[in-house]
């Protein structure tokens, strides 16, 4: 008897399956749609916004501080190009002035590793390759 009471309260007419099966499908329809232009969205602008850190090999823009003379070894002084991309790149952006971004030169690579966000990034190659033009007309 209890069985077959629990029989015909799982009686569905193929017009509620039916109905059932369409709210399901809107369901995950509103959820993909909401991931799309909810979440993705939030990431792809989140990366946008998130410092990335790049090298850049600069040995041809940096001079030698030739420091034989007093019987130290030979340098690289990065401070003029350091200078020059912190007062053309977004100025506020720097470390010095409270900003994210960070420039640091190595001398055994003669290369820059900044910190900075992927537009600034992107300024900087157009600088330093504006810089390297500039070398080659002298």
């Not at 470390?95 to 971004?101: A, I, K």
């Amino acid at each position: 008897m209890v069985f077959g009471r629990i029989r015909s309260m799982f009686r569905f007419s193929l017009h509620t399956l039916l109905f059932a099966v369409l709210l399901i499908a809107l369901l995950l329809t509103g959820f993909r749609i909401g991931f799309d232009r909810g979440w993705a969205a939030g990431q792809e602008k989140l990366r946008q916004e998130s410092n990335v850190t790049r090298t850049y090999v600069v040995g041809d823009l940096v001079e030698e501080a030739d420091r034989k003379a007093a019987g130290l070894a030979t340098s690289v002084d990065f401070a003029p190009l350091i200078a020059s991309i912190e007062k053309t790149i977004d100025p506020t952006s720097w470390e010095n002035v409270g900003g994210p971004g960070c420039i640091q030169g190595y001398a055994v690579t003669r290369s820059l590793v900044v910190t900075q966000l992927p537009a600034a990034h992107e300024e900087i190659v157009v600088l330093l390759e504006s810089l390297r033009r500039d070398r080659l007309r002298r």
